[in-house]
C-alpha cells in the first residue's frame, strides 16, 4: 500500500470540482460537486441524530438503491431545522445537476454543513450550478475538498494504492470536520472513492466498519450533530473485484481503513482550536466495550481536555474519567502511563518527574495509556485538547 | 418555611470551625470540623466512580451502623490514587479528633477534596486538631463552609425553618463546588443538618431522592470526581418526629430539598469561569427518563455551553443535543424556546428578533425550554456556561 496524491479523485473515473455559490457570505468556495463517468455503487453511513437535516433524509432514501452518479455537498448553511421548504431547496439543487448531468435525479446525493436553521439561498446556488458542471475534471479534487469546509483551517485529502488480485487499484476521498465531533461518529463529511468492482452491500458493510473504527473513535467536543455524512463510491475501473470473503474483502478493508484512519487524524488535528491531540489506549479491560467505553469517557473529558492544552500532568483528572466510565475494575490495580512513563501504579499516583511529563505533554501528538488489569479487552480514541481558543470560536458563531 | 442564617448549624445541636492547617501552601482555612452535642442520626450519598478517595471508603463504611458524632473535612488534598498509606493518614487523623473530643473513632466521618494523587501533610493536620476541637462553636459555621473550598469563590450556606408536627425545626447545610460539576452527582462536598427525630434509613432513603432531584441536576463540565460526597445528621433537639409516611416526611423532603437545591444553586453559580447560568426544562417527552436524559445532554453540550457564554442565540445546536440524547420523539414537531420566545417550532428554526434573544441570552439565569410533543415526561438540569477562563482555570492545575 502506498500514498499518492489526488484525494477524491485518486481512483479511476472520478471528477470533481468546487466553486463560490455565494451560500457563504465571505465569497468562499462552498459548492462541492463529485462526478463518476458511469454509474457508481454507493453507500453511505449517516447521522443517527434524530434531528436530521434535509440532504441527509434525501441521501438516506436514494442510498437504498445502492448507486449514484453525482454527489452535491454545500458548506455554509447545514439545511436543518428548515422543514419541508428545506427539503425542497435540496431537491431543487439535485435536480438541477442531475439535468446539467443527463442523469437521473436519484443517482444525485447530497449533503450539507455549516449553520443549522437557515435556509440555503437556492436562486444563487441554481445559478452556479452550470459553471458547477463545467468545471468538474479529475484534476480539480483539492476545490471540492475546499468547498465543503466551514472552519476548518486546512483541506483534507487522502489516497493510496495497493495491489488487489494482480489488479492496481486506489482507495482515495476527502473529508470536513472542525467543531461537532463527536464520539458516535465524528460530525463530519467524508467522501471516499475507489475503483475496485464491489457490490454495495459488501461496501456498505465495510464502510460501516471501517466508520465504527476510525470516525466513531475521534472526539473534538463530545457533540454530536444533525449532517453526519460519510458516503462510499465504487466506479469498478481498476478491475479488482472485492468478493465477501477471503482475502481481497481483507485487503480493501484494510485500504479503506487507512484512507478513513488518515482522514479522521486530519479532522482532529484541525479541530476547533486545538493545539495537540492525544490518543488514549485502554487495556487490560474486562471486555473491548469495556476499554472502549473508558477511552471515550477520558477523551471526552473536559478536565483532561483543559489538562492537554496546560501540558500538566495530572494522573488524578485521568483516574477519575476512567472510574466514571462504565468499565469494570478494581481501583487498587489502575495503572496509567503518559508515553512510557507510568504516573499511577497499583491505584497510586507517582509524579516523580514532572518536568519530563510536562515536556512530553507538550508534544502536538501525546499517548496516554491506561491498564484496568481486570481482562484482556482493549481500545482506544483520538482526542484533542480544549482550549481558550475553542471557546472563543465558538461563543459567537450563529448570529 | 422560611430562611434563616447559621448555615450547618442552623440546627439545635451542630457546632463548628474551620482552621488553617497547613495543606494549602497559600495558608488560607483547609481544615473543618462538625461535632453534634450528642450522637446524630447519620445518612450519607458518596460517589459512584470506581476510583475512590480514602475517605471516602472510610466514611462509607462507617456511615453503615446510621450515627455519627463528627465530621472531619479538609481541603487542598483529595487523599486519592494514594492506596493503603493514603487510607492510613486518614485513620489517624479521625482517630486524633475522636481522642479530643472522646467519642469513638467510627463516629467521625471523613472527607476530603483538592487534588488527587498527592498524600496529606498528616503531622502539619494532626498539629491542628487541638486548635480545631478547641474553636467548635454554634457561631462560627462560616469559617467551615469557608475551609472546605477549593477553586470556589464564595462560602456557600443554606439554611430553613419550617414547622412540623407543631415543632419549630431546621435544616442547614454547606457545600463546595467549582469543577468537575457533573450530571451523575455533582462532583461536590456538601454537610446537611437538622434537629428533626428520624431514622438513619428514612434520613438515608430522603437524602437519596433529594440528591437526585437537586446535586444531580446541576453541571458544570459533566466530569464526574472521585470524592464525591453528601452527609446528613439529625439530632433530633427540635422534637419534630418523622414518620415514614404521612405528612411529617413529605414536609421535611422538601425543606431538606430546598436547602439542598439552594446549595446546588449556588455550586453551579460559582462554577469555575461561569458568567451565567441556564436552566433547561424538557416537558412532552414519551417517559421521565427521556426528558432527563435530554435536558442533560444540552446541559453537557459544549456547544451549547460556549454559546450561552457568548450570548449567541443557536437554535440548531440545542435541536442537535436534543437528537443526540436517547429521548425519542419526532424531529418534526419539536419545539424550543428561550425564556417564553419560540425558536424552533415544529422543527423548523425561527430566529426573528435576535438582538433581543440576545439580550436574553445575556442575563445571568436563563431558561431554554423544549417541547418534544411525544408524551406527558418532563425533567431540568441546571447549567453553567463555558467560557474562556474555565479553560484558563483548567489547563495549570495540578503542578
Redesign the interface.
Known amino acids: 500500500m502506498k500514498s499518492v496524491t489526488g484525494g477524491v479523485t485518486a481512483a479511476k473515473g472520478f471528477n470533481a470540482c468546487g466553486v463560490a455559490a455565494g451560500i457563504k457570505p465571505s465569497k468562499k468556495l462552498d459548492l462541492a460537486l463529485i462526478v463518476t463517468d458511469h454509474p457508481a455503487r454507493a453507500a453511505g453511513v449517516l447521522t443517527t441524530?434524530?434531528?436530521?437535516a434535509a440532504s441527509v433524509l434525501i441521501s438516506q432514501a436514494r442510498l437504498r438503491r445502492g448507486r449514484a452518479s453525482a454527489i452535491l455537498i454545500n458548506s455554509g448553511c447545514?439545511n436543518?431545522?428548515?422543514?419541508d421548504?428545506g427539503r425542497q431547496d435540496a431537491l431543487r439543487l439535485t435536480r438541477a445537476v442531475a439535468r446539467r448531468l443527463r442523469i437521473p435525479e436519484n443517482d444525485v446525493l447530497v449533503a450539507s454543513t455549516g449553520?443549522?436553521?437557515?435556509r440555503l439561498p437556492v436562486e444563487r446556488v441554481l445559478r452556479a450550478v452550470p459553471s458547477l458542471v463545467k468545471h468538474v475534471s479529475r484534476a480539480n479534487h483539492a476545490d471540492a475538498a475546499q468547498a465543503i469546509l466551514t472552519t476548518d483551517l486546512r483541506i483534507k485529502e487522502a489516497a493510496v494504492e495497493t495491489m488487489i488480485g494482480g489488479h492496481r487499484c486506489r482507495v482515495g476521498g476527502m473529508a470536513k470536520g472542525a467543531?461537532?465531533i463527536?464520539p458516535?461518529m465524528a460530525t463530519m463529511l467524508c467522501v471516499v472513492t475507489t475503483d475496485v468492482v464491489i457490490a454495495p452491500a459488501l461496501l456498505r458493510t465495510l464502510l460501516r466498519q471501517a466508520t465504527a473504527r476510525t470516525f466513531n473513535r475521534i472526539t473534538v467536543?463530545?457533540?454530536?450533530?444533525?449532517n453526519d455524512t460519510v458516503f462510499a463510491l465504487a466506479s469498478g475501473d481498476a478491475g479488482a473485484v472485492i468478493r465477501s470473503t477471503g482475502t481481497s474483502a481483507r485487503l480493501f478493508a484494510r485500504t479503506l481503513e487507512t484512507v478513513m484512519e488518515r482522514l479522521a487524524t486530519l479532522i482532529v488535528q484541525d479541530g476547533e482550536g486545538v493545539t495537540r491531540t492525544m490518543r488514549v489506549h485502554v487495556d487490560g479491560a474486562r471486555t473491548d466495550r469495556d476499554a472502549q467505553a473508558c477511552a471515550r469517557q477520558i477523551a471526552?473529558?473536559?478536565?483532561v481536555k483543559?489538562?492537554l492544552?496546560?501540558s500538566?500532568?495530572?494522573?488524578?483528572?485521568i483516574?477519575?474519567?476512567?472510574?466514571?466510565s462504565t468499565?469494570?475494575?478494581d481501583?487498587?490495580r489502575?495503572e496509567i502511563a503518559i508515553g512510557s512513563h507510568t504516573i499511577?501504579a497499583?491505584?497510586?499516583?507517582r509524579?516523580n518527574n514532572?518536568a519530563m511529563l510536562?515536556r512530553l505533554l507538550s508534544r502536538p501528538a501525546v499517548t496516554v495509556r491506561v491498564n484496568l488489569h481486570a481482562g484482556r479487552g482493549s481500545g482506544w480514541m483520538l482526542a484533542s485538547d480544549?482550549?481558550?481558543d475553542?471557546?472563543?470560536i465558538?461563543?459567537?458563531?450563529?448570529?
Chains 1, 2 share one sequence.
Open positions: 441524530n434524530r434531528v436530521k447545514a436543518c431545522l428548515t422543514g421548504a449553520l443549522i436553521g437557515k467543531g461537532m463527536a458516535s467536543d463530545g457533540d454530536m450533530s444533525t471526552n473529558s473536559p478536565l483543559t489538562m492544552a496546560g500538566d500532568p495530572n494522573p488524578g483528572r483516574a477519575a474519567a476512567a472510574g466514571a468499565a469494570r475494575f481501583a487498587a489502575l499511577v497499583n491505584g497510586m499516583a509524579l514532572v510536562r480544549l482550549t481558550e475553542y471557546v472563543r465558538n461563543a459567537g458563531y450563529a448570529t
